[in-house]
Every structure is written in C-alpha cells, then in structure tokens.
C-alpha cells in the first residue's frame, strides 16, 4: 500500500513538471509573439528605391539629365510618404511626350507657372506585412507623379496620385 502511495506521488511530480513545462513554454511563446506583433505596428518598414528599372522611353523635349533629376525628386517624395512603408519602388516610366505637353496645358489653364512638365507613372509592390499592417493598399500598384519647373530650374512635384 505504501509502495502504491509512492508510486501516486511520482506521478504526480512527474505530471507536474510536464505541465509546468507546458505552461513556461507556452507563456513564452505567447510574449514572443506579442513582441513581433508590437515591432510590426511600431517600426515603421523600409521604403525602397534604390533598384527601380527606370525606362526613359524616347524624348524630343527632355534630356536623360533632364528625366534623371526628375526621377530623383520622384524617388525623395516615394520615400517621404506615408503610404509606401514598406513598398519597393520597382519601376519608373516617363510617360511620353504627348502627355507632358498635354498636363503643361493643364497646368498653364490653371494658371501654374511652369514652362515645363513631366509625368512618371511609378509601380511599386508591397511586403506582405506591409499589407496585414496597411490593408487599404494593393500588393502591387501604379502610382503617377506629375512635375514642373520653370526657365530649366529644379523639378517640383505638382501632383501625384493613382491616375490622371
């Protein structure tokens, strides 16, 4: 009777310490997670620019000089906003010169003072996480940039946004 009441308690050590186990190992991983969870919503994600194929396409009114200070504006303002965290600028296209000569018209309608335009639409993808964090956003998107400047000085974005 004795060697069962010792055998009992054993086992109840035993099956002590296992669920003792469990619940450290648990616990845990609960304060692990809500670490991670807590490092998502806090720190702002990276914005990338730095690798974006950039297509020139064929101008009779701008130089690449012209297009390459234009793209780094675009990229500094990609950066800048809010709604990129954790984007990666894939490609930048200028959109032709039709469509600069077309907004340059607009924009003198509305009586902007600029004696030049260039559009550059922008896509971009988003990390998944950026995704969870932000869910208004696409995983991959357009994003368009219209700029001006005035008498060959430095561009200006003038607007921006998913379509014209």
Known sequence: MEGNKLEKN??????????????VGVSIFIIVAFVVLICIIII??????????VNYQTSQ????????EAI???????KEMDC??????DKIVYDGDETS????ESLKERNL??????????????SKIACFKDSWGPEEG???????????GNWGIVSSGTGY
């Open 44 to 53: 702002p994600l990276p914005i990338s620019v730095k690798n974006a194929e």
């Open 101 to 104: 000569l077309r907004e340059l």
């Open 113 to 126: 003072d600029y004696d030049e335009c260039i559009l550059f639409k922008t896509y971009y993808t988003r």
């Open 72 to 78: 780094a504006v675009v990229k500094d303002e990609f």
């Open 10 to 23: 054993k086992l109840l050590k035993r099956t002590g310490s296992i669920l003792g186990k469990i619940v």
């Open 84 to 89: 990129f965290e954790g984007c990666k600028m």
């Open 61 to 68: 009114i701008f130089t690449r000089e012209d297009m390459d």
């Open 142 to 152: 357009m994003f368009i940039f219209w700029l001006g400047r005035k008498d060959g």
